[in-house]
């Protein structure tokens, strides 16, 4: 498990700093386990970039976890609409794909994704009682018969946003006056 924890880390340090540098209008990468208050699990894995003068790019997959470590249920981001940031929260939305079982058969339902996440808790800290990373997706098929929200703490793994670069406004010139 710890060999696991340390190459998620790795996998986001290497995330982190390749955002870092491309000039980008916002970011969002995130990778590990949530639990709502349910004690529903959600894996989570998504890396969503905005540049410049471009569409927002990206990934995002959830699984639903249950209690023997088998994915329920799968919903995964087809295309990215939009994205945003805003502090150290981000927001995107798009076009999913929500798969499930039911009867024994497979069953794939195609709507919109909406997701939200927070990035609560300062990288590297392993305080307890630190605040923890909050994750929120929200999915309706096109048809609206299916459609479902989860919230849920982050309790093994990390978010990370990164909010648009800004530029300076070029330093005023003196005379010496």
Request: no cysteine; hydrophobic share 35%.
């Amino acid at each position: 498990m710890k060999l696991q924890h340390d190459a998620t880390l790795a996998v986001l340090t290497l995330a982190t700093v390749a955002m870092a540098e491309a000039p980008s209008a916002g970011a969002a990468v995130g990778r590990g386990m949530a639990r709502n208050q349910e004690e529903r699990r959600v894996r989570f894995d998504f890396e969503v970039v905005k540049r410049p003068q471009a569409e927002p790019r990206g990934r995002t997959l959830f699984e639903a976890v249950n209690a023997q470590g088998q994915v329920t249920d799968s919903l995964r981001l087809v295309r990215v609409r939009e994205f945003g940031t805003d502090g150290n929260m981000a927001r995107w939305n798009g076009r999913a794909v929500f798969r499930t079982r039911v009867e024994g058969q497979e069953r794939a339902v195609e709507g919109t994704l909406r997701v939200q996440v927070n990035d609560r808790k300062p990288r590297g800290n392993t305080d307890p009682n630190a605040p923890r990373d909050v994750l929120r997706f929200e999915f309706r098929s096109d048809n609206g018969q299916v459609q479902f929200t989860y919230e849920g703490l982050v309790v093994d793994g990390d978010i990370g946003v990164r909010a648009p670069e800004r530029t300076e406004p070029p330093a005023r010139a003196t005379d010496g006056r």
